[in-house]
T-cell receptor, first 114, second 112 residues
Framework: DQQVKQNSPSLSVQEGRISILNCDYT??????FLWYKKYPAEGPTFLIS?????DKNEDGRFTVFLNKSAKHLSLHIVPSQPGDSAVYFC?????????????FGQGTRLTINP | NAGVTQTPKFRVLKTGQSMTLLCAQD?????MYWYRQDPGMGLRLIHY???????AKGEVPDGYNVSRLKKQNFLLGLESAAPSQTSVYFC???????????FGPGTRLTVT
């Protein structure tokens, strides 16, 4: 049972344009959501997060939107840069469940084309 | 600070062999986690620890054992390796009252 899903395995975007990565979840107990970025042969690095009490969080070029009624979140990158090419993982956690363990989606490989 | 480090970076095992993966963190974090990453499946939690001397099972614990004898170290053991355990293994840690986990660089394990 995949509680967090990223339905797009890959996404290709032109440099300078907006990249939109999507994530859906099924567990209504999730109250905190994170995005991680992963380069080849490296560990995931934390990018941005959002609590369920908010619907938007912005950090520079990165914005995460949360739609609780649809159980959907998205990551917007504007403008996209070549260094943004990586695999992006969406993750979710629930307060009080398993030491707030993270449940990850399958990942989306983002390629930024010059 | 080195953050989260993992030893070794690569390893090839034959079926039935055993090995231990070492994770160390220098951030004084209470919580530590072991994940495996397989193509198309994201990261799946194997075992985790909420503090020194404690461990708990995650989503895919079968075939693995763990120990947390010291706060800064979290060991993942494979007693009898199987080809299905071919994967990339990541260790992570986090501090109390924070949800962000910090990951190590990973160990690529191949079981033939």
């Amino acid at each position: 049972d995949q509680q967090v899903k990223q339905n797009s395995p890959s996404l290709s975007v032109q440099e300078g344009r907006i990249s939109i990565l999507n994530c859906d979840y099924t567990n209504s107990m999730f109250d905190y959501f994170l995005w991680y970025k992963k380069y080849p042969a490296e560990g995931p690095t934390f990018l941005i997060s959002i609590s369920s009490i908010k619907d938007k969080n912005e950090d520079g070029r990165f914005t995460v939107f949360l739609n609780k009624s649809a159980k959907h979140l998205s990551l917007h990158i504007v403008p996209s840069q070549p260094g943004d090419s990586a695999v992006y993982f969406c993750a979710a956690s629930a307060l009080g469940q398993g030491a707030q363990k993270l449940v990850f989606g399958q990942g989306t490989r983002l390629t930024i084309n010059p | 600070n080195a953050g989260v480090t993992q030893t070794p970076k690569f390893r090839v095992l034959k079926t039935g062999q055993s090995m231990t993966l070492l994770c160390a963190q220098d951030m004084n974090h209470e919580y530590m986690y072991w994940y495996r990453q397989d193509p198309g499946m994201g990261l799946r939690l194997i075992h985790y620890s909420v503090g020194e001397g404690t461990t708990a099972k995650g989503e895919v614990p079968d075939g693995y054992n763990v120990s947390r004898l010291k706060k800064q170290n979290f060991l993942l053991g494979l007693e009898s390796a199987a080809p299905s355990q071919t994967s990339v293994y990541f260790c992570a840690s986090r501090k109390d009252r924070s949800r962000e986990q910090y990951f190590g660089p990973g160990t690529r394990l191949t079981v033939t």
